[in-house]
C-alpha cells in the first residue's frame, strides 16, 4: 500500500472514530426550544390594586416551559464535579485516611480531607457539627473525605480509592437510652441533653386538684425527610482576586454568608452567595452543607465546582424532622374546659444540634394548643443519638405537638361525651386572649376558622 | 369493610423567629416609566414569594403587580435578608418591602406637590397615578413624576427600609414572655375511609381553613394549603425513615421511602378566613409551614372516629391500623360475659 491510500484510510477511520464519539456523547447544550417569546400578561397582573389579586408567578412560565435554571442546569468552563466519601458507620474514631490512590487517578483534581479546612465546625445555634469529620464520626451520614474530578463519573469511582481505617465506637440511637446517665455520649465529655425549654403559668397542681377528670397519653413521632425535588447543589469558583462566588439552592443566603466567611476564615466582602430558583425547600435548606468544601477544592483546582447531593445523601446527610415523644396530662372540669395540663416533650436531635434549640422552642410553647389554659407546665428537652441530625421542617415541632394535643383532645371529647367541635370551641383562644407565655393575642380567628371548616364540610349535618 | 370517619384539628402557628432577631431589608427603585425594581435578599424557594413581594411594592406605590420586577437573591446585589424560613417572608420581607416603597413615593410626592398645586400629604398613589385625596381629577400618571423627579429634579425616587418584629426574650425559668410579633391559626378537617380488614386508610377529602391575615394574593395561599396538606398526608399515613440496628438508614430512596403521590390527594376545599393585622403588611401575616401542621392530627382523629381505634404513633400505616383494629376486636370479645 502507498503512503497516499494509508493515509487517506487513516483519515477516514479517524472521521469514522470522531462521528461515533459525536454519536456517543450526550448534547452539551439543549436542543433549541421554540416559545413564544412574546408574553400575555395575564389581566390579574396588570390591575390596581395589586393586593388581593390572583397574579399569576413570573416563574410559573419557566417552569411550565421547562426553562428554569436550576443549579444543575448551570456549567462554567473547565467546571469540576465533586463528590462527598459518606462513613456508613455511626460512631467511630478515624484512625487514619488514605486519599493517595484517589489523588493518583486519571481525572482526579482534588481530594479534600476536613483538617484541612480553615475551621471545620458550623451551625446555627451551637457548632457541634463538621463539615468533613476528621477525628470522629458522629452519624452514618458524616462525610470524611471530598473529591473533585473532570466528570461526576470518575469522582464516583475516586470515592471508593480513599481508605478510612476506623475504630467503632459505642453509640446510642433511642431518645431515651441516650437520657440515661450510662449512655454513650455523643459529644463527651458533653451530656446528650443538649437544650431544654420550660414555660410555666398558673398553678398546674392546683389546676389538677380542681379537676373533674384527668386525662394521660403518650404520642410519637417518626422521623420524616423533606424530600424537595431538587436536592442540596451548589457550585463554588475561587477567583484569581481570592474572592469566592457561590451558586446555592440555601434558603436563606445572608446568613449562609456569615457562615461561609466563617468556616473559611475569610472577610464576608469576599464571598459572593447566588441563590438561583430553589426546588423546593421546606426548612431542609436553611443551612450551609458542601459549600465551604466546594469552595476550597475550587481553590485547590482553579477551577469551578459543582456539587450535586443524590438522592441517598439528601436522605443520610441532610436534616429532617424531629421524632418526638410527648406526654400529656390535662385535668378538664364536667364541661370539657381545660383546667390544667402538663406535657413532656423529649426530641430526637440526631447528630447535631441543627435548628434543635428553635424547633424546641416553638415545639413547647405551642404544646398547649390554640386554648385557654390557666395552668401549664410544659418541658422539652432535646438530646443527641448517633442518628442522621434532625433540624428545620415545616412546623418547627408543630406538626408533632399538633398530632398530640388535638388527639389528645379528641379523647376526653369521647370520654365527656362532647363533640369535638364543641369542646374546642369551649376552650379556644379569643382577641385578646394569653397565650402561655403570657402575651397578650390579637388578630386571633381561631373559633371563626373551626367554624368556617365545620360549615364548609357540614359537620353537624353529619352528625344527626 | 370500608368505614367512613371524619377528625378535626386546629391550630396556632407563630411567624417569625423565636424572639432572636430576624430582619429582612428592602430597596425599591421607580423607573422613569413609573415601573418599579424592588431588591430582596429573600430566596425564592417554590412558594411564589416574589410574586407576593413584587404585589406588595405595586400596592404601596399604587401600580400593578406586572409594573415591579423583582431581583432576588444576589449577596452581592441585594440586601439582607434573613431568608425563607419560619413563615416569615410575607409578614417580615413584607413589611421592609411596604416600608421601602412607601420612602421611594415620598420622593414621588414631594417631587408631584408642586406640579399639583398641593403639599405632599394631600396625595395618594392609586391606579398608576400620583392624585390629590378627595380629589382625583388633578392627577398626573406616575411615570411622568419619576421621570420629573429624576431627570428635571435629579431625585430619583429610590427607597430603603429594613423590619424587625418586634419581641420580648422569654424568662428562662418561667418561659414568660413575647417570643413572637404574631401568630396565624387554622382548622382542617379530614373524611376518610378505614378498611376495617386491611387497615388501610384513605383520605377522602380535607376541609382547610386558614388564617394569613389579608391574603396578599389568594390563589398562592391555596396553592400553599393544598401543598401542605400533601405533606401533611404523607407524614400521617406513609413517610417514616428508618433505621437498622447500626444506625444506618434502611430506606433512604424513593422506592422504600413512600410519600404521597398526585393519585393520593383528596379533594381538598380551601377557606381562607376574613381576618386583618395591623401590625403586618396591608394586614398580612403569613401561611406557609402552618398548611402541613394540623393535617395529620385530623386525619388521625378521622381514623378514631371509623374505626374506634386511637394510633399514638405516626405513621399510621396500615399494619399499625389493623394490629390496633384486632386488638381492639379481642379486647371486645374478652369483654362479653360468659
Not at chain 1, 186 to 210: R, S
Not at chain 2, 126 to 152: E, F, M, S, W
Request: some cysteine.
Amino acid at each position: 500500500m502507498d503512503k497516499k491510500t494509508r493515509a487517506a484510510e487513516k483519515s477516514t477511520a479517524l472521521e469514522t472514530l470522531r462521528e461515533a464519539d459525536v454519536a456517543l456523547r450526550l448534547p452539551a447544550m439543549a436542543p433549541p426550544v421554540a416559545y413564544p417569546i412574546e408574553t400575555l400578561v395575564p389581566q390579574a397582573r396588570q390591575q390596581t390594586p395589586a393586593v388581593g389579586q390572583r397574579a399569576t408567578r413570573p416563574d410559573g412560565r419557566l417552569h411550565g416551559l421547562g426553562q428554569t435554571k436550576y443549579i444543575d442546569d448551570l456549567a462554567f468552563p473547565g467546571m469540576l464535579y465533586a463528590k462527598i466519601k459518606r462513613a456508613g458507620i455511626a460512631s467511630a474514631r478515624i484512625r487514619s485516611i488514605d486519599t493517595s490512590a484517589a489523588e493518583a487517578m486519571p481525572g482526579v483534581m482534588a481530594v479534600l480531607v476536613g483538617r484541612e479546612i480553615p475551621v471545620n465546625s458550623f451551625g446555627p445555634s451551637l457548632q457541634d457539627q463538621p463539615l468533613l469529620a476528621d477525628d470522629r464520626v458522629f452519624h452514618a451520614g458524616d462525610g470524611v473525605a471530598a473529591v473533585a474530578a473532570v466528570t461526576e463519573q470518575i469522582a464516583i469511582e475516586a470515592l471508593d480509592k480513599i481508605k478510612v481505617d476506623y475504630e467503632p465506637l459505642p453509640a446510642v440511637f433511642d431518645p431515651l437510652e441516650a437520657m440515661k446517665d450510662d449512655a454513650p455520649k455523643v459529644h463527651a465529655p458533653n451530656g446528650n441533653i443538649y437544650a431544654t425549654k420550660v414555660i410555666k403559668k398558673g398553678d398546674v397542681e392546683k389546676g389538677f386538684a380542681e379537676s373533674d377528670h384527668i386525662f394521660e397519653g403518650q404520642f410519637r413521632t417518626q422521623m420524616v425527610e423533606h424530600v424537595p425535588l431538587e436536592p442540596h447543589a451548589a457550585i463554588a469558583d475561587w477567583d484569581p482576586n481570592g474572592r469566592v462566588t457561590i451558586h446555592s439552592s440555601l434558603g436563606r443566603i445572608t446568613l449562609g454568608r456569615a457562615d461561609i466567611a466563617r468556616t473559611l476564615k475569610l472577610p464576608i466582602n469576599r464571598i459572593r452567595v447566588v441563590a438561583t430558583i430553589v426546588g423546593g425547600n421546606f426548612g431542609g435548606k436553611n443551612e450551609i452543607t458542601q459549600e465551604p468544601i466546594l469552595a476550597l477544592l475550587s481553590k485547590k483546582t482553579g477551577r469551578p465546582v459543582k456539587g450535586v447531593f443524590t438522592r441517598d445523601e439528601e436522605f443520610t446527610s441532610s436534616t429532617t424532622r424531629h421524632p418526638i415523644i410527648m406526654d400529656y396530662k390535662t385535668g378538664v372540669a364536667k364541661n370539657g374546659k381545660i383546667l390544667a395540663r402538663k406535657v413532656r416533650l423529649v426530641l430526637d436531635g440526631g447528630a447535631y444540634c441543627s435548628w434543635s434549640e428553635t424547633t424546641l422552642g416553638k415545639a413547647c410553647i405551642l404544646s398547649a394548643g390554640p386554648y385557654n389554659i390557666d395552668n401549664l407546665y410544659a418541658e422539652a428537652l432535646v438530646v443527641y443519638t448517633n442518628k442522621t441530625m434532625t433540624g428545620a421542617m415545616r412546623g418547627f415541632g408543630a406538626p408533632q405537638v399538633c398530632f398530640a394535643y388535638e388527639s389528645h383532645m379528641d379523647d376526653i371529647a369521647a370520654a365527656l361525651n362532647i363533640d369535638p367541635l364543641d369542646i374546642r370551641l369551649l376552650n379556644a383562644f379569643d382577641e385578646g386572649s394569653a397565650s402561655p407565655t403570657g402575651q397578650v393575642l390579637h388578630s386571633v380567628v381561631v373559633k371563626d376558622s373551626l367554624l368556617k371548616a365545620a360549615e364548609r364540610f357540614g359537620w353537624k349535618e353529619a352528625q344527626s | 369493610m370500608k368505614r367512613r370517619g371524619r377528625g378535626i384539628a386546629c391550630m396556632w402557628y407563630p411567624i417569625g423567629f423565636t424572639v432572636s432577631a430576624n430582619p429582612s431589608a428592602a430597596v425599591v427603585k421607580v423607573n422613569e416609566d413609573g415601573t418599579a425594581t424592588l431588591l430582596t435578599g429573600t430566596v425564592e424557594t417554590g412558594q411564589g414569594s416574589l410574586t407576593v413581594l413584587g404585589q406588595i411594592a405595586a400596592e404601596a406605590l399604587g401600580i400593578a403587580t406586572d409594573d415591579v420586577h423583582v431581583v432576588s437573591a444576589d449577596t452581592d446585589a441585594t440586601p439582607m435578608d434573613t431568608g425563607a424560613i419560619a413563615s416569615r417572608t410575607t409578614y417580615v420581607t413584607g413589611n421592609a418591602v411596604k416600608l421601602a416603597a412607601e420612602k421611594a413615593k415620598a420622593i414621588l410626592f414631594e417631587v408631584a406637590a408642586p406640579m399639583l398645586g398641593v403639599k405632599p400629604d394631600q396625595l395618594e398613589a392609586k391606579d398608576r397615578q400620583i392624585q390629590v385625596k378627595g380629589y382625583p381629577q388633578r392627577n398626573l400618571p406616575i411615570g411622568t413624576v419619576a421621570n420629573h423627579a429624576q431627570v428635571v429634579m435629579g431625585q430619583p425616587a429610590i427607597g430603603s427600609a429594613s423590619y424587625n418584629p418586634p419581641t420580648v426574650g422569654m424568662d428562662p425559668e418561667t418561659g414568660q414572655g413575647k417570643p413572637f410579633s404574631t401568630y396565624v391559626y387554622a382548622t382542617q378537617i379530614a373524611e376518610v375511609d378505614v378498611d376495617d380488614e386491611t387497615g388501610e386508610v384513605n383520605v377522602i377529602r380535607i376541609v382547610a381553613a386558614h388564617d394569613c391575615g389579608t391574603a396578599i394574593n389568594p390563589m398562592l395561599v391555596e396553592g400553599q394549603v393544598q401543598g401542605g396538606i400533601s405533606m401533611g398526608i404523607g407524614f400521617a399515613l406513609q413517610e417514616e425513615i428508618l433505621f437498622d440496628t447500626n444506625g444506618r438508614q434502611i430506606n433512604p430512596n424513593l422506592t422504600n421511602y413512600i410519600m404521597p403521590t398526585s393519585l393520593d390527594m383528596p379533594e381538598i376545599d380551601v377557606d381562607i378566613v376574613d381576618s386583618y393585622d395591623p401590625t403586618g403588611p396591608f394586614g398580612a401575616k403569613g401561611v406557609g409551614e402552618p398548611t402541613s401542621v394540623p393535617t395529620a392530627a385530623a386525619i388521625l382523629n378521622a381514623i378514631h372516629n371509623a374505626v374506634g381505634v386511637r394510633i399514638t404513633s405516626l405513621p399510621a400505616t396500615s399494619e399499625k391500623v389493623l394490629t390496633a383494629i384486632q386488638a381492639k376486636r379481642t379486647q371486645e370479645t374478652k369483654r362479653i360475659p360468659a
